[in-house]
């Protein structure tokens, strides 16, 4: 072998390594995956941050964790509820279907926010709508539910359990070790709920 043919496949395997590089970061980006592939980048945390207690700041990152698992949760409940609702009541069945008090409730929260000069949430109504209201969305039309969800009973129980879980969650209060057990085990239910 001469050193062009050697100078070659080391080019070739240089660019055949780049490119599975770059197939990697995009899979990684995509799935927001970490193959750990690369040393951890330390973020640096705003100054302020440090002012706050050791002992807030331990409880925000174990906290983190749960928020996480209930924000993808709730959103991936909101998207069934409108999913299942247009496809069995059609386009107008937020207008139709959903209760004129929980209508006025979220027209209320969208106006509020609008007043407020912040950046509106969503387009979507129903990211206005209470967990409450979700689950009374549901039950009212169950009908557009039954093929997903085995039962309307385990799905009320289920809803209550993540509604009284997601309270501690939403209003920055360490949850209990039992209740990230019981949090755990109500995401399993939901889950299993579908099955």
């Given at each position: 072998m001469n050193n062009i043919d050697i100078?070659?496949?080391?080019k070739l395997f240089t660019l055949a390594n780049s490119l599975a590089e770059n197939s990697l970061d995009k899979v990684e980006k995509e799935l927001n995956l970490d193959l750990e592939r690369k040393a951890p980048i330390e973020t640096k945390r705003k100054d302020y941050y440090l002012q706050f207690s050791l002992e807030f700041r331990q409880e925000a990152k174990e906290m983190g964790e749960h928020y996480?698992?209930?924000?993808?949760?709730?959103?991936?409940i909101r998207a069934l509820v409108v999913q299942?609702?247009?496809?069995k009541y059609g386009e107008k069945w937020w207008e139709e279907k959903v209760t004129l008090e929980i209508q006025k409730n979220v027209d209320n929260n969208i106006k509020r926010e609008e007043e407020s000069g912040y950046t509106q949430r969503?387009?979507?109504?129903?990211?206005?709508?209470?967990?409450?209201?979700l689950s009374q969305i549901v039950?009212?039309?169950?009908?557009a539910f039954t093929d997903l969800f085995r039962n309307p009973r385990a799905f009320q129980k289920i809803m209550t359990s993540l509604n009284l879980l997601r309270g501690p969650i939403a209003h920055c209060c360490p949850l209990a070790a039992d209740e990230v057990v019981r949090l755990e085990i109500t995401v399993k239910d939901w889950f299993r709920l579908m099955e």
């Open positions: 100078e070659s496949k080391i996480e698992v209930f924000y993808c949760l709730e959103r991936s299942l609702m247009f496809e969503s387009e979507l109504k129903i990211d206005y709508t209470t967990f409450g209201e039950n009212s039309h169950w009908e």
